[in-house]
């Protein structure tokens, strides 16, 4: 007769699948609380006290940890002394573990957990007999998804229980093991840079390929997941996102965190099209729209105040990927879900983004950094030019400044306040994005009242004069360039009020 162990924290079908393996002809052997729900619920089950002959101990801090049980589960079967020293030491052979863990992860989830409380909810015997099980995997099943229960019972019945399915199971096992491990390493380690970095996420959905056809795709969420993030937003309608929708969406939700006033951001390829800041979310959509409405046809649209009929119209109009909002009014939704295709999703918003290490893949590594949360005030913003900025300009630099920070590098955003006008983007020299930044404006009614932002310092002086040439009299750049008082000077030369941000914001 085979024998089983079933140790489950999560005992969901835990009943039905031991009866199944009583049908069979298993012998079941149980622990604590499963072993009471097995036996209430009529299964035929064997302590673990009868198996190890010791008690559980130490709160039940220690119940398997014990020769008799990881004997049973590591002894290979198609070796004759290994088989004969569990003869010798009176150990009956384990054909089958089913183990799912100490709930950790919903433990940290919950609101007010002490560190102690925490701690008390790592499984320390549950992975023992999970990695001893999946090890010896060709001769014991290891089983740690209830969703899997229905499926190792057929393959039993079957006889399909072969190596390589052995083995599907077993490398499940230490997927699931060693993401446990990782997230205990982060609850204790906090967000700092060590040694040894091991990140773990859950499955999202297989996406139907990447930024391109020819690649495939998956996502995955954080273990822990953040509440404000386009994998958890509710999507009421459209198909499903795609590798770049995600990608754009998630670049979408970044930026308008920055804004507490009704505020839209219109993005393609990961850029801002174009950003509003208005009395009312309508007035705010037609500020963004107006920035690009070129830039915006088949993008992404967040918007940070529930969207109303009058908006919806207007978003009606145009070729749009995704709309995202805290809520739609019923007659907006209704207007919108006419699209078949648009995506609408909803996601309550917040302006406060946490300090997280973010990773980007390298070629044979990665990199990890902080996020960039910086976000300047007036306190932080110095005049080094003779020309001073108005009141007016100074509260569209810090617009444009805060724009600027998520534009790819080299970044130049011209803005009036609360108004994005022209952005220059990912040219390998920064002249070149203020040419299209300013080109872009130009046409723009408000460009009359325009200043620019760079989100890294200007490496000589031709930007700042290219700028003062075509029409703009304000400019709001980093500093710290060593050619810094040309810059100064060309201002002073052509009436440019210049202010220094002291903060540099590539986004590479």
């Keep these: 007769m085979r024998r089983a162990l079933i140790s489950v924290s999560d005992k969901t079908d835990v009943v039905s699948f031991a009866k199944g393996l009583e049908k069979l002809d298993f012998e079941i052997v149980s622990t604590g609380g499963t072993f009471k729900a097995l036996h209430d619920a009529g299964v035929k089950v064997i302590p673990i006290e009868d198996v190890t002959n010791f008690p559980e101990m130490l709160d039940g801090r220690v119940k398997t940890l014990h020769p008799n049980v990881h004997g049973g589960l590591l002894a290979r079967h198609d070796v004759p002394a290994h088989m004969q020293q569990l003869k010798e030491e009176k150990i009956k052979p384990i054909d089958l573990v089913a183990v799912n863990l100490y709930p950790f992860k919903e433990t940290i989830e919950k609101p007010n957990i002490t560190e102690a409380d925490a701690i008390e909810q790592i499984d320390i015997g549950g992975p023992s007999m999970l990695r001893s099980g999946a090890k010896n995997y060709h001769d014991v099943l290891s089983v740690v998804d209830p969703a899997d229960y229905s499926k190792v019972l057929q393959a039993i019945q079957d006889k399909t229980d072969t190596p390589a399915f052995r083995k599907e199971l077993a490398a499940k096992v230490f997927r699931h093991t060693a993401a446990y491990d990782a997230l205990i390493s982060q609850y204790l380690t906090g967000p700092e840079f060590t040694q040894k970095v091991t990140n773990t996420y859950d499955l999202f959905e297989p996406l139907r390929y990447g930024e391109n056809s020819q690649q495939k795709a998956t996502a995955y969420r954080d273990a822990i997941s953040e509440p404000y993030s386009v994998l958890n937003a509710n999507i009421l309608h459209g198909k499903q996102l795609s590798y770049n929708n995600i990608r754009d969406a998630d670049a979408a939700l970044r930026i308008i965190a920055e804004f507490s006033d009704p505020a839209v951001v219109t993005v393609k390829h990961m850029n801002p099209a ?235």
């Design 274 to 508: 174009g950003i509003g800041i208005g009395r009312n979310i309508e007035e705010a959509w037609d500020k963004a729209y107006e920035g690009d409405d070129i830039s915006i046809f088949g993008g992404i649209v967040a918007l940070n105040r529930p969207v109303d009929l009058a908006t919806a119209k207007k978003l009606h109009s145009i070729f749009l990927e995704i709309v995202i909002a805290p809520s739609f009014d019923d007659d907006a939704y209704e207007e919108l879900a006419r699209k078949k295709n648009l995506r609408l999703l909803t996601l309550p918003f917040t302006n406060q983004i946490p300090q997280k290490i973010e990773t980007t893949s390298v070629l044979g590594g990665a990199v990890m950094q902080d996020r960039d949360l910086e976000t300047e005030t007036m306190d932080d913003l110095k005049v080094v030019s003779k020309k001073q900025p108005t009141e007016a300009q100074m509260k569209a630099m810090l617009f444009a400044q805060t724009a600027v920070k998520y534009v790819k590098s080299n970044a130049i955003v011209v803005a009036s306040e609360g108004q994005t006008l022209g952005i220059g983007a990912g040219q390998p020299n920064r002249i070149d994005s203020v040419k299209i930044a300013i080109d872009h404006a130009q046409s723009k009614p408000s460009f009359k009242n325009a200043v620019l932002a760079s989100d890294a310092f200007f490496p000589m002086d031709d930007s700042v004069e290219y700028a003062a040439k075509h029409g703009i009299d304000a400019i709001i750049e980093p500093g710290g360039s060593i050619k810094d008082q040309d810059s100064i000077d060309k201002a002073n030369e052509l009436g440019v009020a210049l202010v220094f941000s002291g903060n540099r914001h590539f986004k590479h």
